[in-house]
């Protein structure tokens, strides 16, 4: 009981300080997320206009003419030159908005001359990463603790934002993701690239983003896939291109130490050893029962 | 005209038809009724049955969406929840309830005795309560409820669902067979029992509404039908409609099933927009503004429902000349909506308003509903839906399109006709106090919803990012506060109806139509000579 309270005291401190009050849209890191962000914002003004001006005259209504205050009910019920023109300037406002919006659709199926090609597969409940011209392949899973997900840890920053093994792409590099799925729909979503597409089993899907700015960027699975739906995030870590290289050279180089290890002969107590490696690392996804 | 003068004098004589005499005693009387009225009752006692369970659902998920972290329930319970909350409020809250109030008003409205196929009636909303038992009943089954989402996607429904799914399908196949009824019944109604002189561009707006309504009820159930047992085949009979690997396409599951789901989406609003466009004229003392360009939107509205389906789907890689088609042709929906939204504004405008309960309701929608169509207005900018999409942002668009839309719409129709249907006035004080309560706590809940939307929160997680915590704190206790408010509704209508003072004939100084020319409550026979329409 006094651990439970306690876990509830630690998650609520933890909360509350992490937590911010978020409203808008990122901005994001690329020129497609710039685009679709103000794109966002012009139709939010656009509908923020119209509200002003309806619920304007809405509540004129409500506080002038009122019984109350002894309003008289006027006797006109129709006027067709007001009704065309409430008709007419939504339909031309509404073609001013879809046009830009038509090029940044265009530019977002671009997915032409692509520097460096990344298959995608979404499994329950985990990302699998192919290099297509690097043959590099891993799995990515959530790596937050158990622990923390029911409450008998602090949070850490990155609760069910974290993995195990990121993506990680080049800087100033145009990337198309080919993204499919084995099992159920997943959807593969990087709030601050402005890519979303869902991964179909039997289906590619292309997509692609081009990030100036090396950093880390966090986003989840956004189809319901089943029970841990919640807990398959996707993160991606763009590197300089040297760091990039560097890193597929590491990536490399492990493989070979690995196809080097698997022609060995062990004995039964060099395995034992190493199996129990294996189950420490904790590779067994974390909300499994 | 098919309404025929049988009210003579000498039947009355005769006691062998208790139908002339009122209604049967004994739970008889509810059984085997084909009297519009009772028909009428136990759909919207049906429906907030449904209502309430739905909600205690929503109030799961939101309890364990409190904080971060989890709390109360697994995740796959998390997943069984948000299903059922959707399919029990969708199927069994909003479109029952929009039955009971055709049931009980449209033959009152038209000047008809009842509707035109009443044993039908009967049978329709009998086979309900069933569908319902059946659904609820895989809550207790080996393998959980269905926990695929009210869209139930392909191949998670299909080869990854629960033994529960073929459950569900049977009952999504009773819903679909009581709609399709009740939607013929309505049909044949309007367009056969109308009092002399009630021309079509006379009706009162809900009966307009309903028509359109009723027809689109037509066009998709069986199309609903339809995708439910192409899920029965691949499940039970190894076809492979959905399923890649015998060569099928999980993507034509979702065109299937949004052909049926975006229709469905104005059957749920339809009805209610008819509803405020009555309310609206009573408490402004005049007539409702553009009569015949409230019909014309309506109807354009329904017909492009049929063309905008795909915008459900900008993610799942369409081709691009589609992606640009489903946005223009969603963006025109909000051309025909916004008509309407000026017209209502139109009507109050230099009106004689008072505020009574179900004109608060009304008010409530308008600026409410309109939130929701701006956030939908948003959501059809393909570019940016796919940042939307699957996220908070849109659980708020819809919850402000259909709890302060069509629920509101629903509840300003009860608190409006109730007097009428019980000959007693509902409790003014209880009334508002109950649409503070209601309008603050659904506010306090769906608002914040768009924030963490937009943060990047997707939608049907059980757990969440640390990021997202304080809005989703506030909205769990505005949802407890909406959620607790509805007592006293079911209180009020439950204990006023009953004591509450003698009602008059017209009930509202303002009401206008054919329903307040009968006395409060209304006999249970109406119009069996029918009244004679200027």
Redesign the interface.
């Known amino acids: 009981m006094t651990k439970a309270m306690m876990a509830l005291g630690l ?2 401190a ?3 300080a ?9 901005q994001g890191v690329t020129e ?1 997320s710039r ?2 962000f103000d ?2 914002m012009l ?2 003004w656009i ?1 923020v206009v ?2 002003v001006g ?2 304007g ?2 509540f004129y ?2 506080f002038m ?4 205050k002894g ?9 067709t030159t ?2 065309v023109v ?2 007419v300037i ?2 031309v406002i ?1 073609i001013g ?2 046009i830009p ?2 090029g ?3 530019d ?2 671009d997915t032409s001359e692509a520097d460096v090609d990344i298959q995608i597969t979404g499994y ?1 409940w985990k990302w699998r990463y192919q290099y297509l011209d690097e043959e590099i392949d891993f799995f990515s899973n959530l790596s937050t603790p158990r622990e ?4 008998e840890a602090g ?1 850490n ?5 974290e993995v195990d093994n990121p993506l990680v792409i080049p800087a100033g590099k145009k990337v198309r993701f080919l993204i499919t799925a084995n ?3 997943h ?1 593969w ?1 990087v ?1 601050h690239f ?5 991964a ?4 590619i ?2 997509s692609w983003v081009r990030v100036d700015e090396p950093g880390v960027y966090r ?13 398959m995030p996707v993160v991606v870590e763009v590197k300089p291109q040297a760091e990039y290289d560097a890193w597929v050279a590491a990536q490399r180089a492990k493989k070979a130490a690995l196809a080097e290890a698997a022609s060995q002969s062990y004995s039964v107590d060099e395995l034992i050893a190493m199996g129990e490696g294996v189950l420490s690392t904790g590779h067994a996804p974390p ?1 499994m029962r | 005209m098919a309404t025929v003068d049988i009210d003579l004098p000498h039947v009355k004589d005769h006691d062998h038809d208790p139908h002339h005499h009122g209604p049967a005693k004994g739970i008889g009387r509810w059984l085997f009724t084909t009297n519009h009225k009772d028909i009428g009752s136990m759909y919207l006692i049906f429906s907030l049955c449904m209502f309430l369970i739905g909600g205690l659902m929503a109030l799961i998920i939101r309890a364990e969406l409190f904080q971060p972290g989890l709390q109360l329930v697994e995740p796959e319970f998390f997943n069984q929840m948000t299903t059922m909350h959707g399919l029990i409020m969708v199927f069994g809250a909003v479109m029952p309830a929009f039955v009971g109030l055709a049931n009980w008003m449209i033959p009152m409205m038209i000047g008809a005795p009842d509707m035109a196929l009443p044993r039908m009636n009967n049978w329709s909303f009998w086979i309900l309560p069933f569908a319902f038992l059946i659904l609820l009943s895989s809550l207790f089954m080996e393998g959980g409820a269905p926990n695929f989402g009210w869209t139930f996607y392909a191949p998670l429904s299909t080869t990854y669902g629960p033994p529960s799914t073929t459950y569900f399908i049977f009952g999504v196949h009773i819903m679909g067979i009581s709609s399709i009824m009740g939607a013929i019944n309505i049909i044949a109604t309007i367009l056969n029992l109308r009092a002399p002189g009630m021309t079509l561009m006379k009706m009162p707006l809900f009966v307009w509404t309903w028509l359109i309504t009723a027809f689109l009820l037509i066009a998709v159930m069986p199309v609903l039908a339809g995708v439910v047992t192409m899920m029965l085949m691949d499940i039970h009979f190894g076809t492979s409609f959905f399923n890649a690997a015998g060569g099928g396409d999980p993507v034509l599951f979702q065109h299937i099933f949004w052909f049926f789901g975006h229709p469905e989406v104005y059957i749920m609003i339809l009805p209610a927009f008819g509803i405020i466009s009555e309310i609206i004229p009573t408490f402004a003392r005049k007539r409702l503004f553009g009569y015949p360009s409230m019909v014309y939107a309506v109807a354009s509205i329904a017909l492009l429902s049929f063309i905008v389906w795909a915008h459900h789907m900008f993610t799942v890689g369409m081709p691009l000349v589609g992606e640009v088609f489903f946005m223009f042709a969603t963006m025109l929906i909000a051309v025909p909506t916004g008509v309407k939204v000026f017209n209502w504004v139109a009507t109050m405008f230099r009106g004689s308003m008072t505020f009574e309960t179900p004109m608060l309701f009304a008010l409530a929608f308008v600026v409410l509903f309109t939130i929701g169509g701006f956030s939908g207005l948003m959501l059809a900018i393909a570019p940016v839906d796919f940042q939307y999409h699957d996220t908070y942002f849109v659980v708020a668009h819809f919850h402000y399109v259909l709890v302060p839309g069509a629920v509101f719409g629903i509840m300003a129709g009860v608190y409006y006709w109730l007097p009428k249907w019980t000959g007693h006035v509902l409790n003014e004080s209880l009334g508002k106090f109950h649409f503070w309560m209601s309008f603050v706590g659904v506010n306090i809940t769906f608002f914040p919803m768009h924030f963490v939307g937009l943060a990047g929160m997707p939608r049907r997680i059980p757990d969440y990012a640390l990021q997202f915590a304080d809005f989703n704190s506030i909205a769990s206790v505005g949802a407890f506060i909406f959620g607790l408010s509805q007592l006293i509704f079911v209180y009020n209508i439950i204990h006023n109806a009953r004591v509450g003072e003698k009602a008059t004939a017209q009930v509202w100084d303002g009401a206008h139509g054919l329903e307040w020319t009968v006395p409060s409550p209304a006999p249970y026979h109406t119009f069996s000579t029918p009244p004679k329409v200027d």
Request: aromatic share 12%; net charge negative.
């Open positions: 998650s609520l933890s909360s509350s992490l937590a911010d009050w978020q409203v808008n849209l990122n497609i685009d679709i794109l966002h139709i939010f509908c119209i509200g309806v619920f005259v809405m209504s409500i003419h009122r019984k109350s309003a008289q009910a006027a006797h006109f019920h129709e006027n007001v009704e409430w008709t939504p339909f509404l908005m879809a919006a038509t940044t659709l265009m977002m199926y329950q923390e997900i029911y409450n949070k920053p990155n609760y069910l934002l099992d159920v729909i959807s979503w709030p402005a890519v979303k597409k869902d179909i089993p039997g289906f899907n292309e986003g989840q699975c956004t189809e319901l896939c089943g029970k841990d739906h919640g807990f909300v």
